[in-house]
């Protein structure tokens, strides 16, 4: 007796340690519900290539599966109550219609393998939804793979505090999952091969780290959104990787931006066109359009946007693209781009972009702190130590291409945007630079025309001169808008300068005087256009010095046609006088003739 004292005492002191312990926090059996497929020998075959603990876990579920009154997917998520786990068994799930969820709250749905393309969730391209969560609250969706929805897979709507974590969302017939007027957090997901958005935010906040977003149309899209967090995320072979429109509040840091390009040819991983409408079998994903389209980073009409420590590169068209508005009045605010390498790999190989920045030129306190930039629209930027106040306006050419192009419309390539699939000689900016060249040499041969109509016609030597200045302007702004050279640009501008100075120096000495003073103060505007472009942009400036010359030019197109039609002045007669011969010269000689 003696001996077993110590023994029966410890017995009780666990039994005692048992029952007034605090339990661990969990779900009760009766709080989870299961999806599964009833065929025993296909389940047992999917389990098999799971992990060890989780296999069986999953036989245990499996039985409690077979004791349910439903297995299907809809039917076991529609009837889940507030609390509830589902956990969706290893296996392809055909889901029949859409599982609207609405107001429930703290649910969990997640899928028993060890990743998310164990369980997956298909749609057959019959459903614009397979979830929708409605007004829910404290929702996290975990480690399912979702594919074939028309629109998008899973959709939250007015909800607050969803989670969704180590989801695949891919072959979607628009978006992969969609938020509207949500607060959502989104970790380790993979979004892919959607022809709309990976990730598309709709007036919603969101935390969104270690994504993978590629071959989409746009990897992510964040629309009059605010308090959106994008980090420690690949963004990836997309037509465009980000887009920010219309919100605020937004934070892109150590994000990995690379070729999201609509590639001349098509992919050769993908063999379906990018613009193609979505079908059954074949959702349209990949590009084959525009050797230069695509866009790394688009932020437009936005504010309190931040971009830091990331890394853009190979891109074909540009790499970061900032818009505004000019008709609607959106403009960008208060954005920063600091500690971003372009054109850098995170391994620090060197994949350069076509161009590094595209901007419209308007926003107000907009700065880039970026290092080494290889080409830029325009070539000077403000920097952080003084950013720029507010430009209402930019230059003529970028506010047309920004107005043009802005607004993407992924059904169709949109003619005169190289970024959204037209071709290089489609693009805006070429025609426009063809156009102003075109007129620049007409309207100018007219100016000689009118000088060499006046008494005082100008020496052969310098109307060459003039003119060769010009042409090589001519030449250097299509040059220019063909190659994306923004320093091509301002240094055309500044020989079209020179060469105009010249020729209203000449055109002064000929008597056109009131043309020659026209053509010199555009002169003058070009040169200061041309400085704010490549050297310094001009901080108190609230417009481009472009439109001082290109608002000026009706005027003196008024000038120089009156010039050219004016009617020449006559010469003044110089009166001629009459010189009579001596008198004796004009005698008869009679001596010689008598002899």
């Known amino acids: 007796m003696t001996r077993r004292a110590p023994a029966v005492a410890a017995i009780a002191l666990a039994c005692a340690f048992a029952v007034l312990a605090p339990a661990a926090p969990a779900r009760a059996d009766d709080a989870r519900r299961v999806v599964c497929d009833t065929d025993e020998a296909e389940f047992e075959k999917r389990n098999d290539e799971i992990s060890y603990s989780l296999r069986l876990e999953n036989r245990q579920l499996f039985r409690e599966c077979l004791a349910q009154d439903a297995q299907d997917f809809a039917t076991v998520v529609a009837g889940a109550e507030d609390g509830d786990e589902i956990v969706v068994l290893p296996g392809q799930y055909t889901v029949a219609e859409t599982v609207v969820l609405e107001g429930r709250k703290d649910l969990r749905l997640r899928g028993g393998g060890d990743d998310p393309g164990d369980a997956v969730l298909q749609g057959g391209f019959d459903l614009e939804h397979l979830v929708v969560l409605d007004g829910v609250s404290d929702v996290s969706v975990e480690a399912l793979a979702w594919r074939g929805a028309t629109e998008s897979a899973l959709k939250a709507e007015s909800s607050t505090g969803v989670r969704l974590e180590g989801l695949r969302a891919d072959r979607n017939g628009h978006h992969g999952f969609e938020a509207v007027d949500s607060d959502?957090?989104?970790v380790d997901t993979y979004v892919g091969e959607n022809p709309g958005s990976g990730i598309r935010l709709t007036r919603s906040s969101a935390s969104v780290r270690e994504v993978v977003a590629e071959r989409n149309a746009v990897g992510l899209t964040a629309s009059e959104s605010e308090g959106v967090s994008l980090r420690d995320s690949e963004v990836r072979k997309n037509a465009v990787g980000v887009r920010i429109e219309d919100s605020s509040d937004v934070e892109v840091g150590?994000?990995?931006?690379?070729?999201?390009?609509?590639?001349?040819?098509?992919?050769?991983?993908?063999?379906?066109?990018?613009?193609?409408?979505?079908?059954?079998?074949?959702?349209?994903?990949?590009?084959?359009?525009?050797?230069?389209?695509?866009?790394?980073?688009?932020?437009?009409?936005?504010?309190?946007?931040?971009?830091?420590?990331?890394?853009?590169?190979?891109?074909?068209?540009?790499?970061?693209?900032?818009?505004?508005?000019l008709i609607e009045g959106g403009t960008n605010e208060r954005v920063s781009v600091?500690?971003?390498?372009?054109?850098?790999?995170?391994?620090?190989?060197?994949?350069?972009?076509?161009?590094?920045?595209?901007?419209d030129?308007?926003?107000?306190?907009?700065?880039?702190?970026a290092g080494d930039l290889a080409e830029t629209r325009p070539a000077s930027l403000p920097g952080c130590d003084a950013p720029l106040g507010e430009r209402l306006v930019g230059d003529p050419e970028s506010a047309l291409k920004s107005h043009w192009c802005a607004e993407p419309d992924f059904t169709s390539p949109q003619p005169l945007c190289d970024w959204l699939g037209a071709s290089a000689t489609d693009r805006v900016e070429l025609r426009l630079a063809i156009v102003l060249g075109m007129a620049v040499l007409v309207l100018t041969g007219l100016g000689w025309l009118a000088s060499a109509r006046t008494n005082e016609p100008p020496a052969f030597?310098?109307?060459?001169?003039?003119?060769?200045?010009?042409?090589?302007?001519?030449?250097?702004?299509?040059?220019s808008a063909w190659s994306t050279r923004s320093d091509y640009e301002s240094l055309g501008l500044a020989m079209w300068a020179l060469s105009w100075l010249l020729a209203a120096r000449l055109w002064r000495r000929s008597g056109l005087r009131?043309?020659?003073?026209?053509?010199?103060?555009?002169?003058?505007?070009?040169?200061?256009?041309?400085?704010?472009?490549?050297?310094?942009?001009?901080?108190?400036?609230?417009?481009?010095?472009?439109?001082?010359?290109?608002?000026?030019?009706?005027?003196?197109?008024?000038?120089?046609?009156?010039?050219?039609?004016?009617?020449?002045?006559?010469?003044?007669?110089v009166p001629q006088q009459r010189t009579e011969e001596p008198l004796e010269h004009n005698r008869f000689a009679w001596e010689a003739f008598r002899g």
């Open 514 to 573: 009131t043309l020659a003073a026209f053509t010199a103060l555009m002169a003058a505007f070009l040169l200061v256009d041309a400085v704010d472009r490549a050297v310094w942009m001009i901080p108190f400036l609230s417009f481009s010095p472009g439109w001082a010359w290109a608002v000026l030019a009706p005027l003196w197109l008024l000038v120089l046609l009156g010039s050219l039609f004016k009617p020449r002045r006559a010469e003044p007669e």
């Open 338 to 359: 600091t500690g971003t390498a372009f054109g850098q790999r995170p391994t620090k190989a060197l994949q350069h972009n076509r161009s590094d920045i595209w901007w």
């Open 254 to 325: 150590g994000l990995a931006l690379s070729e999201n390009n609509i590639a001349a040819g098509g992919d050769a991983d993908c063999d379906s066109p990018l613009f193609a409408a979505p079908t059954r079998t074949e959702p349209g994903i990949c590009g084959n359009l525009g050797g230069r389209a695509g866009v790394g980073l688009w932020i437009h009409s936005s504010r309190d946007v931040a971009v830091t420590d990331s890394h853009i590169w190979g891109h074909n068209g540009e790499a970061l693209v900032l818009t505004g508005d």
């Open 184 to 186: 959502v957090s989104i």
């Open 461 to 479: 030597t310098a109307l060459s001169t003039s003119t060769l200045l010009l042409l090589g302007a001519v030449l250097l702004l299509v040059s």
């Open 361 to 369: 030129g308007r926003g107000s306190d907009l700065c880039f702190d």
